[in-house]
Every structure is written in structure tokens, then in C-alpha cells.
């Protein structure tokens, strides 16, 4: 009892640590800033420094995984390899996901990478700070102004994701990942919470509602 809660005290000092890590690297390389906009675009310092942190993550999540699923088959028969891998889901701060790697059918990889949601944070709290409360940008009548941000900040953050954090996911043995479908996914989750609160106002209002409706299916 006592050895366990001293294991998993220190998992998670080191797990604080290497988030740590990675913010402070997010930081550095100017995160979410996009490159077309910045005075001065990261050294290749600050950039070695992301791609280290951003693995150290990667990795310490996958080890402490598997060693999860690990203990769960030695103490239990789950089943099938989904049931085990709902049982040891790590998750996150409860933005996002599920993974490619649930389609590969695979119960070593994480269904949700800490790395990848340290990207999404920040761009999601821009996201909320503009929809939500009582921002101008919070109009129940301009839905499309939700969507060209989404859209915006896809087009502003796809060239930096694939050309360098999809290789580092390559290089962990993660190809199935795709940081691209990960990023979108995260977005479009936070415009379907968005309209589903918006939903009881929306009723009440005909004409903004198949608005709504007709900027939504042009989104997608």
C-alpha cells in the first residue's frame, strides 16, 4: 500500500515536471503565435528544446500506460482489447480524443497523448475566451464567425504541426496518429459543445436557427 501511493506519488512529480517541461518549450517557440505572424520566427535552439520536451512526454505517458495495461492483465481478464483499454485510459484534462490507435486495434498506445493536448490548450482557451460569456465575438447570430475561426486557426497551425510534431510522432512509433486529425477533432468538439448550449436560444429564434443550420453544413 504504502510502496504503491510512494510510486504514484512519484509519477506524478515527474509527470508535472515534464509537462513543465513542454510548456516552457510551447512558450519558447512562441505557441499558438502562427510563424506567419511573428516578428521573429524560434531558434533552432528553442525548437530542439519543443521536440525534446514534446517526446519526454510522449514517452513517460507511454510507459506509465503500458505499464497500466500491463498490471491489468496480470490482475484481471478483461476481454477484449477494448475493454482494457477503457479500463487503463489515462486521459487528460477532458479535452478530446480518441486515436488512430484505437483502430489499429493496438492497447500499448494511449488513447489520448498529454503532448498533443498541450498544443490544443491554448488555441481552446482563445476559443472560449471569444464564445462564451458576454463577448461581442459571443453572437448567437453569427454562427459563421465560430466556424472562420476554427477554419483560421486550422489554416494557421496545419504547416507547423505536420512538418514538426507529425515526424516526432513517426519517429515514437506512432504513425497511425495523424496530428492533424487530432487538432481538428479537438476544435470540432469544442464548436459542437458550443452549439449544443446554444441550442435552447437557437430554438426560440426560427430565423437564426436554420442560419445556424446552413453555415454548419457548408463547415463540414
Not at 40 to 52: C, E, G, S, V
Not at 126 to 136: D, I, L, S
Request: net charge positive; glycine share 6%; aromatic share 8%.
Amino acid at each position: 500500500g504504502r510502496r504503491r501511493q510512494a510510486r504514484a506519488g512519484a509519477s506524478d512529480s515527474l509527470v508535472s515536471r515534464t509537462r513543465a517541461a513542454l510548456k516552457a518549450a510551447l512558450a519558447g517557440i512562441q505557441w499558438p503565435r502562427p510563424w506567419n505572424k511573428m516578428v521573429t520566427t524560434p531558434t533552432q535552439t528553442q525548437l530542439d528544446a519543443f521536440r525534446l520536451a514534446f517526446v519526454e512526454l510522449a514517452s513517460l505517458q507511454h510507459a506509465i500506460h503500458k505499464a497500466s495495461v500491463g498490471s491489468i492483465r496480470n490482475s484481471a481478464d478483461f476481454g477484449s482489447s477494448s475493454s482494457i483499454r477503457n479500463s487503463a485510459d489515462l486521459g487528460s484534462s477532458g479535452n478530446i480524443r480518441s486515436s488512430g490507435s484505437e483502430a489499429a486495434g493496438k492497447t500499448d498506445v494511449p488513447s489520448e497523448l498529454w503532448a498533443l493536448d498541450m498544443l490544443l490548450e491554448p488555441v481552446l482557451m482563445r476559443f472560449h475566451f471569444h464564445f462564451e460569456g458576454n463577448k461581442p465575438t459571443n453572437n448567437i447570430e453569427k454562427p459563421e464567425w465560430v466556424f472562420h475561426t476554427v477554419l483560421g486557426q486550422l489554416a494557421s497551425h496545419t504547416q507547423f504541426l505536420l512538418d514538426h510534431v507529425q515526424p516526432l510522432l513517426d519517429e515514437l512509433g506512432l504513425p497511425q496518429v495523424s496530428v492533424k486529425d487530432e487538432f481538428t477533432r479537438g476544435l470540432v468538439l469544442a464548436v459542437c459543445v458550443k452549439l449544443r448550449n446554444d441550442l435552447p436560444r437557437l430554438l426560440q429564434l426560427r430565423a437564426v436557427f436554420y442560419h445556424t443550420i446552413n453555415e454548419t453544413l457548408s463547415f463540414e
